[in-house]
Each structure stands twice: as C-alpha cells, then as structure tokens.
C-alpha cells in the first residue's frame, strides 16, 4: 500500500502534470512499480526480466558497465522525454551518490523541470554525498534504509513557519550565507509545501526563486530573504 503523498503525487502525474525527483529506499521503489504497472517486483534487477515499457532504470554504481559516467548518464536522460505508452513514465537512478562529479550537470536540467507525465526516483544509501545543488532538487518522502543525512537548516526553516523566524534570518544575514546554504532552505520550503505546512500558493514564487539561484548571479542572502518576508507578509 502506497502513503497517501506518493500517491497523490501519481495521480497528478497521471492527469498531465510535474513532479520532483523523490528520494525512496529500494523496497519503497519496488512497491511503487509493482502498483503502477500490475506487476510483482521483490527486488530491482527483476526489472530486467518485466520488460516494463514505460520503466527504466540506471545504476550508477556499475562501474562495469560505467554507470557512473556522463556519456552514458546523459544517453539515459534521454529516454525520459518520451511519450509513456500509458499514464505514467518511471525512471529510477539507483545508488546516485556513486556518479562522477562531471555526470551530476547531466542532471540538473531534467531534475530542475522534470517532463510531464514522469516519476523519476531516487535512490542512495549515503545521500549526504550527493552533491548539494543536485540534492535541493530531490524531496525525501520515505527514510525507511535511507541513512540520510538530513537538510542541515531543517530546524531554522521549521522554526520560521511556525512564526519564529530569528534563526532563519540571523543565517541569511551572516557573511558566510553563500548560494549552498539558499538552496537548503528552497528545499525546505519547497518540502514544506509538500508535506502541507505551507499553502500550496506559494509553491511558485518558491520555484523561482531556486531558478534564479542557479541561472542568475544575484545575491542568495537577497532572493531569500526577499522570499521569506514575501512569506510572512501573507
């Protein structure tokens, strides 16, 4: 039985819609396919032997087959942008913290605006290694064998929705507060939202501002604190 988040986000992709890279442990991604295409997956590799249409997937720990590798990411990522044969296009990146470095760009455009009509997860068993501006694009909604190291500005970002925003604004004000620790908290917002302590409303203005931190040279400390008071105004 999926949770009640996993689902709702399959419907809305079933209507035509978007979602982010999600981050599950392998039976939670197991568990989703098996729903979705009427099937019995117990483990990943049995994928090979469903020869599900509409799922794919890529290790990035087959050093063998060199998985880990931008050429052969970026043949993957290509796959994503066609047409499901039904309501719903799954693609899994199994162990995602053993990219190289130089395969982790091969990402960021279709982890940034992920194609309609496509689930992409997520898995890792050290997440904390993935690189930061690749991890504020991921949402977590199942810890269940993740050892993952969680949002370190979590607490300051819970804080502020809960109308106590002081360390929130104490960090963005501090000289140390660069483009890494902004993408943080965009995740948090952005999780926020979907775990429904933040209205949905403002789901966009939060995207953008994300959008900005990675195509524009502003200020991080100003496009957040600029969000962060366009939130407490509300």
């Known amino acids: 039985m999926l949770s009640e988040r996993i689902s709702s986000i399959i419907e809305t992709l079933k209507s035509g819609g978007q979602a982010a890279p999600i ?4 039976q939670t991604a197991c568990d989703i396919v098996s729903e979705l295409f009427r099937v019995e997956i117990n483990m990943l590799d049995d994928l090979d032997e469903k020869g599900i249409t509409d799922c794919v997937w890529h290790d990035c720990s087959d050093k063998g087959a060199k998985g880990h590798k ?15 044969a039904w309501d719903i296009f799954v693609a899994l990146f199994l162990n995602i913290d053993s990219l190289a470095e130089t395969a982790y760009s091969s990402l ?12 992409i997860l997520v898995t890792s068993s050290s997440p904390e290694k993935i690189l930061p501006t690749l ?5 977590t ?26 360390a929130l604004f ?3 004000l501090g000289k140390d507060f660069k483009k890494e620790q902004a993408l943080w908290v965009v995740t948090g917002l952005q999780n926020a939202v979907l775990n429904g302590t933040l209205s949905p409303r403002h789901a966009k203005d939060i995207r953008e501002t994300r959008l900005l931190l990675e195509t524009t040279n502003t200020i991080a400390k100003y496009l ?11």
Not at 70 to 84: G, T
């Open 23 to 26: 981050l599950v442990s392998e």
């Open 141 to 166: 909604l199942d810890t269940e064998g993740i050892n993952r190291e969680h949002n370190p500005l979590n607490s300051a970002v819970e804080n502020f929705l809960t109308w106590k925003p002081e």
């Open 108 to 119: 960021l455009k279709v982890f940034e605006e992920v194609p309609t009509q496509v689930l």
């Open 135 to 139: 991890q504020s694009r991921i949402i």
């Open 224 to 234: 957040i604190d600029k969000l962060l008071i366009s939130l407490l105004c509300e």
């Open 170 to 172: 104490a960090l963005t």
């Open 70 to 84: 931008v050429e052969f990411v970026r043949k993957f990522v290509e796959k994503l942008y066609q047409k499901p």
